[in-house]
């Protein structure tokens, strides 16, 4: 099954919560997190430790994952390579030197949000560090995804997934 998704721009957070909660989309929970991003071989994939600091969702704290975001009209669809959950650094760590050997950082950012869900789509709410408010739409038919857009004020649609575009920012900031 492929998900499509897109981000895009937005000007305020309350606005975006508030039109979520008038389209029947229901509130999941709130997160705040980092993360980081690590050095990869080839440049289109992109192997990301997501580590949840609150976590008021059914998730673990720790996420690895490996994929490649692949792009048709400012809709990303990714090709998961691997991802795992773990319940601590240690386990995280461990299972990062056996499967990728030496790993090193390029950068990290943080971003606080709020998830919802309307029938089968997911809708991230986030502020994300360097980059300010942003919306995410994520649905199994492409479709949906047209129809959900024209609900939010977004001020323009992303067509870089985050981590290239954090990659960019961190790389002017330095």
């Given at each position: ?42 440049v ?23 994929k ?61 560090e ?22 939010f ?17 961190q790389?002017?900031?330095?």
């Open positions: 099954m492929n998900i499509f998704e897109t981000r895009g721009k937005i000007d305020n957070i309350k606005d975006a919560r508030d039109t979520a909660e008038k389209i029947g989309a229901v509130f999941k929970g709130f997160y705040s997190c980092t993360d980081f991003i690590f050095e990869t071989k080839n289109e994939e992109i192997l990301r430790l997501r580590v949840f600091k609150l976590n008021n969702r059914k998730a673990k704290n720790y996420i690895l994952t490996h490649i975001a692949e792009w048709s009209d400012k809709i990303k669809t990714d090709k998961i390579i691997l991802k795992r959950k773990f319940d601590t650094i240690k386990e995280t760590t461990n299972f990062m030197i056996d499967h990728y050997g030496d790993f090193k950082e390029d950068y990290e950012y943080s971003r606080d949000g709020w998830e919802y869900s309307l029938n089968k789509n997911s809708i991230f709410i986030e502020k994300i360097k980059l300010g408010p942003t919306i995410e739409i994520e649905v199994e038919n492409k479709d949906d995804l047209e129809s959900l857009l024209k609900f004020n977004i001020s323009e649609l992303f067509s870089e997934s985050t981590p290239e575009i954090m990659r960019k920012l790389k002017n900031s330095s």
